[in-house]
């Protein structure tokens, strides 16, 4: 029994670990360059996925806690900003869904590669899911390999920028300037080639897709 009992032990312990370790991954993915934080992730979850199938609850608190953690805090909330779209927030849970509401009006994010348009390339314009007010085109997206959409321009006038001092650190937040719901955040000086160097990192679920046939 007491055997039992120490394995046991011992399995939470490194249950612990790896999610410390996966947090860590997680916190620092948005400042790393593309290539490390990608690689990290997918051993990083390749290390946690045998202990996820057994569904263990600390595994379960593992996948879900650091995206939870990527929440913006932007002194400015949404209510506050001065936009065309006016809803209350109970308005905004009755027309989107649940994950919606929590990374759109809650500022949340998705889990990296979670969304089928990180890796789309039809040619279109990508609209907010929110209030379908058209954000960003096809031509400016381009694949930065960090797991969400990204772009490096924005339809004119449609993306507002707030600071975000969350995560330890400031940021720049975007918001869509129709609705103010949070897309993602914006960085520069990555080196990716585009013309501006900067990359617009969306929430796939912030945005709908509509082709241009």
């Given at each position: 029994m007491l055997n039992n009992h120490l394995r046991s032990l011992a399995t939470t312990i490194n249950q612990h670990r790896l999610v410390v370790l996966f947090i860590t991954i997680a916190l620092l993915m948005p400042f790393l360059p593309a290539s490390i934080s990608r690689?990290?992730?997918h051993s990083a979850k390749n290390t946690l996925r045998p202990l996820a199938a057994a569904r263990s609850?600390?595994?379960v608190l593992g996948f879900g806690l650091p995206f939870g953690l990527f929440a913006s805090t932007s002194k400015q909330s949404q209510n506050?900003?001065?936009?065309?779209v006016k809803k209350s927030e109970s308005e905004w849970q009755a027309v989107l869904s649940p994950e919606q509401f929590r990374v759109i009006r809650q500022k949340g994010t998705e889990r990296p590669g979670s969304h089928p348009y990180d890796k789309k390339s039809d040619e279109g314009v990508y609209h907010c899911a929110a209030c379908d007010a058209p954000l960003?085109?096809?031509?400016?997206?381009?694949?930065?390999?960090?797991?969400?959409?990204?772009?490096?321009?924005?339809?004119?006038g449609a993306?507002?920028?707030h600071e975000d001092r969350s995560m330890f650190t400031t940021r720049t937040e975007i918001v869509c300037a129709n609705c103010g719901g949070h897309l993602g955040h914006v960085f520069?000086?990555?080196g990716f080639g585009n013309p501006i160097d900067e990359r617009h990192c969306v929430?796939?679920?912030?945005?709908t897709f509509k082709d241009e046939k």
């Amino acid at each position: 029994m007491l055997n039992n009992h120490l394995r046991s032990l011992a399995t939470t312990i490194n249950q612990h670990r790896l999610v410390v370790l996966f947090i860590t991954i997680a916190l620092l993915m948005p400042f790393l360059p593309a290539s490390i934080s990608r690689t990290a992730l997918h051993s990083a979850k390749n290390t946690l996925r045998p202990l996820a199938a057994a569904r263990s609850p600390t595994v379960v608190l593992g996948f879900g806690l650091p995206f939870g953690l990527f929440a913006s805090t932007s002194k400015q909330s949404q209510n506050e900003m001065s936009t065309n779209v006016k809803k209350s927030e109970s308005e905004w849970q009755a027309v989107l869904s649940p994950e919606q509401f929590r990374v759109i009006r809650q500022k949340g994010t998705e889990r990296p590669g979670s969304h089928p348009y990180d890796k789309k390339s039809d040619e279109g314009v990508y609209h907010c899911a929110a209030c379908d007010a058209p954000l960003y085109t096809s031509k400016t997206k381009f694949n930065s390999g960090c797991g969400w959409p990204a772009f490096y321009d924005t339809v004119p006038g449609a993306v507002v920028r707030h600071e975000d001092r969350s995560m330890f650190t400031t940021r720049t937040e975007i918001v869509c300037a129709n609705c103010g719901g949070h897309l993602g955040h914006v960085f520069k000086g990555e080196g990716f080639g585009n013309p501006i160097d900067e990359r617009h990192c969306v929430n796939g679920i912030s945005l709908t897709f509509k082709d241009e046939k």
